[in-house]
């Protein structure tokens, strides 16, 4: 399984963005029972977990993202997204998508907020 993420990009302050996550190389059988995480990073700190869902499509958000990230998944596409509204100039980050087993990570995308 080959976790791939996109959508990240230059965005001003109070605005959206919808990064994606895809598992190439998955079926749905292998996908759906995992639980999906996204993180970020930021340089010289460590990577903390944003959100977090798992295949009762149950959701968990770091107090910095909640009420303005969501994280649905589509286990027929293998996707999982992170919707970011309201974003902040202190959300800007590499964002990873993570699986759960086997603790796979997917590449970054940078998201950059602008005040």
């Known amino acids: 399984v080959q976790l791939q993420a996109s959508g990240g990009g230059l965005v001003q302050a109070g605005g959206s963005l919808r990064l994606s996550c895809v598992a190439s190389r998955a079926i749905t059988s292998v996908f759906s029972p995992r639980t999906m995480s996204w993180y970020r990073q930021t340089p010289g700190k460590q990577r903390e977990l944003v959100a977090t869902?798992?295949?009762?499509?149950?959701?968990n958000y770091a107090d910095s993202v909640k009420g303005r990230f969501t994280i649905p998944r589509d286990n027929s596409q293998k996707k999982i997204y992170l919707q970011m509204n309201r974003l902040q100039p202190e959300d800007t980050a590499v964002y990873y998508c993570?699986?759960?087993?086997?603790?796979?990570w997917g590449q970054g995308t940078l998201v950059t907020v602008s005040s």
């Open positions: 993570h699986m759960n087993p086997p603790g796979q």
């Open positions: 869902i798992t295949s009762a499509r149950v959701t």
